[in-house]
């Protein structure tokens, strides 16, 4: 249901273009490693994976599961709830690597959190944590890197500024891009492992980045 909102709903804020690595695949029990910039790149992330026909399990903080109806939602699809500073926290991977067993397509963002600052413009993913290094050296799952922009434009800053992007956004049809890079396989220790997800991450979202441009000319040139 999330995935077919996003897909009817983020079209009608900006021009959303999608494009893959040559050879990229989403292979069933993989894990989507995006960029994390906005609150509004979980929609994005969503709407371009529904065009792929790709309906992943998300990690997502916990606290989303106390908004009425989300949470409920949320529970209903699979996602799974992350109780980031608790002693619950570890939970998140066991449900993770226990989907990808299932064959899900697990998506868990690096960094943790949304970066903190109140620009709208885009940047290069922040230090990663542990989370997709350990589910992947646990599982022995591929890394399927994704790289996401023009979310910031739709959504940054503070609550005002935020609201106001929203509202704004059909007029200013911000372009919306999400690239999916090649798989790779995570080796090596724990930092070593991080080091290799981050990188392959932010090669997608350099990629993300040129190709929005390109596509955005193509637009412009008809």
């Known amino acids: 249901m999330l995935s077919s909102a996003a897909h009817r709903l983020y079209p009608l804020f900006g021009t959303i273009t999608v494009t893959l690595d040559d050879g990229a695949v989403i292979p069933r029990g993989s ?18 994976l529904h065009r792929l026909g790709v309906r992943p399990v998300v990690l997502a903080t916990a606290g989303l599961w106390k908004l009425p109806l989300l949470g409920q939602a949320l529970t209903r699809e699979g996602h799974i709830p992350v109780h980031r500073r608790t002693s ?4 998140s991977l066991e449900h993770a690597a226990a989907a990808l067993e299932d064959g899900e397509i697990v998506l868990i963002y690096g960094e943790g959190g949304l ?7 885009d ?21 399927v890197p994704l790289g996401q922009t023009g979310a910031r434009r739709l959504a940054s800053g503070s609550t005002v500024k935020q609201l106001a992007g929203v509202v704004t956004a059909p007029l200013r049809r911000p372009p919306l891009h999400v690239h999916i890079a090649r798989p790779v396989q995570l080796r090596g220790d724990l930092d070593s492992a991080t080091g290799q997800a981050h990188a ?19 637009r ?3």
């Open 31 to 48: 894990i989507l490693a995006p960029n994390h910039t906005s609150l509004a790149d979980p929609g994005l992330v969503l709407a371009a």
């Open 88 to 91: 619950r926290a570890a939970e």
């Open 115 to 121: 970066p903190d600052r109140r620009d709208a413009a």
């Open 123 to 143: 940047r290069g993913p922040e230090r990663f944590r542990s989370g997709i290094a350990r589910l992947a050296l646990r599982t022995g799952a591929p890394v």
């Open 200 to 218: 392959a991450v932010t090669g997608a979202w350099e990629s993300a980045v040129r190709l929005s441009g390109v596509s955005a000319r193509s």
């Open 220 to 222: 412009a040139g008809g």
